[in-house]
C-alpha cells in the first residue's frame, strides 16, 4: 500500500511566524503535490514537484512555497502565516503519467492565530 | 483555469438504492477521469478510475464516462450507511500529472 506521511495532523500557530509542512511518501513517486482544501472552495492546488529539487506553481503559489530536496520528501513553507492560510492541507504523490492517480496524506489541519 | 463541476447536494438516498453522482469538465483535453471518497475529516481516498468511453464496474460502484459530452458520473448500487462521504470527481490536468477537483458531492444514505 502507498503510504504518504504528513508530520503533523494538527498544528496551530501565530500570524507571521514561519511554518513548515512535512510530507514523505514511501513508494518511490516521482511526483508530489500539495493542496490545501476550505468549505467551498474544493481543493486547490498549491505546488508540485516531478523530480528531486524541481517545483512548480500551482493555482494559488502566493505566501508559499516549497523544498524537495529528496525523491521521498516534499515541504511546504508559509514563509508568514496569516489567518487566511487557516486551512486542511493535503500532500499527494502519484508516478508519472497522465493515468497516474493522486494517493493523499492524512492531512494537517492548520489554525493560525 | 480548467474546471470540473459537481452538484453539491446533499444527495439522499435510502439504504439499498442506487445512488447517481454526476460531474462534468471543461477541458475537452482531459482523458483520465477519478472519483475519491472523503469521509468527513479525512483525506480523499480513491475508489474509482476510468480512462475510456463507456462504463468500468468494481464491485458495487460503475463509473461512466461520455467524452463527447463531457461528462462524468459514479454508480454505487446497493447503497449503505456506511457509503455516507462526500465523493469528489477528479480530471487530470492536460499539461502535467496533477489533478483538478470538482467540489464534492454530500452523500446520505439512510436506513
Not at chain 2, 502535467?96 to 458531492?105: I, V
Amino acid at each position: 500500500d502507498v503510504k504518504v506521511t504528513q508530520s503533523s495532523r494538527y498544528l496551530v500557530k501565530r500570524t507571521g511566524e514561519k511554518v513548515f509542512l512535512e510530507c514523505v511518501q514511501d513508494m518511490d513517486h516521482e511526483n508530489m503535490f500539495w493542496y490545501r482544501q476550505d468549505p467551498g472552495l474544493g481543493l486547490r492546488l498549491i505546488y508540485f514537484s516531478y523530480d528531486v529539487k524541481m517545483k512548480e506553481k500551482g493555482d494559488i503559489p502566493e505566501g508559499y512555497s516549497v523544498s524537495r530536496e529528496k525523491k521521498e520528501r516534499f515541504s511546504l513553507i508559509l514563509e508568514s502565516a496569516s489567518t487566511n492560510q487557516t486551512s486542511m492541507y493535503l500532500c499527494a504523490s502519484s508516478f508519472t503519467g497522465s493515468r497516474a492517480p493522486l494517493h493523499f496524506g492524512n492531512g494537517t489541519r492548520l489554525t493560525v492565530t | 483555469q480548467k474546471e470540473v463541476e459537481q452538484n453539491s447536494g446533499p444527495l439522499s438516498v435510502p439504504e439499498g438504492a442506487i445512488a447517481s453522482l454526476n460531474c462534468t469538465y471543461s477541458d475537452r483535453g482531459s482523458q483520465s477521469f477519478f472519483w475519491y471518497r472523503q469521509y468527513s475529516g479525512k483525506s480523499p481516498e480513491l475508489i474509482m478510475f476510468i480512462y475510456s468511453n463507456g462504463d468500468k464496474e468494481d464491485g458495487r460502484f460503475t463509473a461512466q464516462l461520455n467524452k463527447a459530452s463531457q461528462y462524468v458520473s459514479l454508480l454505487i448500487r446497493d447503497s449503505q450507511p456506511s457509503d455516507s462521504a462526500t465523493y469528489l470527481c477528479a480530471v487530470n490536468r492536460n499539461s502535467g500529472y496533477a489533478l483538478n477537483f470538482g467540489k464534492g458531492t454530500s452523500l446520505l444514505v439512510t436506513p
